[in-house]
């Protein structure tokens, strides 16, 4: 079906324009990473023992931070659509079905990469001193991307289950939350013992500290192998997840 | 028959919602399907539209049948739900491009068809604007104007005028008329019974999940008879008492009582007479031909009051 690749650029293009209308939102989704990481930098960094200069070690959490309120933003207008109307008109059409949620992904991933880029260019301003070399940065940008676009698949799964715009800004709370309870802002060692297994064994921490040591040089060990795995494994899951509520979500 | 709907059976959880529909509609033709609120009138579009599985029951739709050829029928109709489904961060222009493109029929051709359409539906001027700022007549007319990108063989309107005042209700009145000359066929829903006797060529009247009527506006109301006289109450009580009396079809929200009337003074006369001997008090009183108020009346009045 060429039909489903040119429904998907229509509707990627779509979600690319509301994203970009929607420019509180979009301003949200930038300044509060960027307001987060002068807090953390100029006033709790001082005090966290990270063995390098803070704004070095919290790059990388700020950039997954990002992704969270973008994901959340990614439920929102997925739910939108599910609820006002849109979904039946197309569905109403021979438009391949899933063009609808692929715009939304693409465009969640294309918002991902701007406020990113923005964070990487202020951390700059703001002291951050990467080591890496060009394959670094690929390497750093391709697991971001692909944590990135896992997450939004999963944002595009919860929007498809959520009844209304507010409980899916509420389902994706702990997209938010995840972070702070990684290696994102403090080394997991100084948590208590629950929140340190926590830390250890979500997908946050690894994908961070392959990241890290990719752009800074510490040491990555088995985190790169665990940070493609959970996620890949994120990945395929939440697409499957999503493409299948939203077939059950639409068959009545 | 562009559309024809044998035995449709859907119920949500222990709510029958249709309970056994037969419809026919010929290519070409107004069709309103006539119902008030909870009636499943947009369960049948949506069984129709390919958007909802049926319990039972057969539907075919431009010769294809809904369960087994599902895409064969979105490619041959269009629909307009009932709540407007525009972008309202897109301007109108980019709306219809939009569907345009969906519709396969390539950038130029979908920017042209959005330049025709826009022009018809008299949105040029607002057609660079973003829906957020339009009104509810223009926000509807552009939803139909999405409908008809790709030259539909059945456009379904679910209510189209619900919740418009009386001027978009008319422009919009004039838009779906125009749409009979291009030959495409309407399904309308509607809970007003103006609009059916206004737009449609035939009607059925959804009760209970079944047809409780059906034909022209004309033979409906030659289903109910002769003349109606109307008589208004001024309490429940006083409309309670008459209804016992006579043979007639109440309207408890407008507190009227309709009496079928063979137009007579004489009727008239022994109708007030047996009120009065009664002691029950007429506000006022009307006579005039039936309308589809009176069909709709008389079709879905309790058992025990029916003439
Ligand atoms: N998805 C659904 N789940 C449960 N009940 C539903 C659903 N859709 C419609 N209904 C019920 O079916 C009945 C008919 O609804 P509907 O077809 O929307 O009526 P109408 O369009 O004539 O107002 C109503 O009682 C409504 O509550
Ligand atoms: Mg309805």
Redesign the pocket.
């Known amino acids: 079906m060429s039909h489903a690749l040119t429904d998907s650029v229509t509707l990627i293009g779509r979600s690319i324009r509301l994203s970009r209308r929607n420019v509180e939102t979009l301003i949200m989704s930038i300044l509060l990473p960027l307001l987060m990481m002068a807090l953390f930098v100029f006033v709790f960094g001082g005090a966290i023992n990270t063995g390098t200069a803070y704004v070095n070690y919290v790059v990388p959490g700020i950039i997954l931070l990002c992704t969270g309120y973008g994901a959340a933003s990614t439920a929102m207008s997925v739910t939108d659509d599910m609820s006002n109307g849109m979904v039946d008109r197309l569905r109403s059409m021979p438009v391949n079905s899933f063009a609808l949620l692929t715009g939304h992904v693409v465009a969640s991933v294309t918002r991902n990469a701007l406020s990113t880029t923005i964070v990487v260019v202020a951390a700059v301003l703001m002291g951050f001193r990467p080591t890496a070399g060009l394959g670094g940065w690929l390497a750093a940008a391709g697991i971001v991307l692909l944590y990135v676009l896992a997450l939004s698949w999963l944002a595009a799964g919860l929007g498809v289950v959520a009844k209304s715009v507010e409980s899916a800004s509420a389902l994706s709370f702990f997209m938010l939350f995840l972070p702070y309870l990684s290696s994102a802002f403090v080394p997991p060692g100084t948590m208590p013992a629950v929140l340190r297994v926590i830390s250890e064994h979500q997908p946050i921490t690894p994908v961070i500290e392959t990241v890290r040591g990719l752009l800074t040089g510490t040491p990555i060990g088995a985190n790169a192998a665990l940070a493609l795995v959970w996620s890949g494994g994120l990945l395929v899951g939440s697409f499957v997840l999503a493409t299948f509520l939203y077939r059950r979500r639409t068959a009545? | 028959m562009i559309v024809e709907a044998a035995d449709l059976r859907k119920r949500?959880?222990p709510?029958v919602?249709l309970d056994g529909l037969d419809l026919r509609v010929a290519a070409g033709s107004v069709f309103a399907l006539l119902?008030p609120?909870?009636?499943?009138?947009?369960?049948?579009i949506r069984i129709l539209t390919t958007l909802s599985r049926p319990d039972g029951g057969l539907a075919r739709v431009a010769g294809h049948d809904v369960l087994r050829d599902p895409a064969r029928v979105r490619a041959a109709i269009s629909l307009t739900g009932?709540y407007a489904a525009v972008d309202a961060e897109q301007t109108g222009r980019e709306n219809l491009a939009m569907i345009g493109r969906l519709r396969h029929l390539g950038r130029a051709g979908a920017r042209r068809r959005a330049d025709e359409l826009l022009e018809r539906f008299d949105l040029v001027r607002a057609a660079d604007r973003r829906v957020k700022t339009y009104s509810g007549g223009m926000r509807r007319r552009l939803d139909l104007a999405m409908s008809l990108v790709a030259r539909p063989e059945v456009i379904f309107l679910?209510e189209p005028t619900t919740g418009l005042d009386p001027a978009s209700r008319a422009t919009m009145w004039d838009a779906i008329r125009d749409l009979v000359h291009t030959g495409t066929t309407i399904f309308l829903?509607t809970q007003y019974l103006e609009e059916a006797d206004r737009l449609a060529d035939r009607i059925v009247v959804l009760h209970r999940g079944k047809v409780a009527a059906e034909g022209t506006a004309d033979a409906l109301k030659a289903q109910v008879g002769g003349d109606r006289v109307d008589l208004a109450f001024d309490t429940v009580a006083d409309l309670d008492a008459a209804t016992a009396l006579l043979d007639g079809f109440p309207d408890p929200a407008r507190l009227l009582l309709s009496v079928p009337s063979d137009g007579s003074a004489a009727h008239l006369h022994r109708l007030l007479d047996d009120l009065r001997g009664s002691g029950v008090p007429v506000a006022r009183v009307s006579s005039h031909r039936p309308t589809l108020d009176d069909v709709f009346l008389a079709l879905t009045a309790p058992q025990g009051v029916r003439a």
């Open positions: 009545d | 949500y959880g709510t919602v119902g609120n909870g009636a499943g009138k947009t369960t049948t009932q679910d829903t």
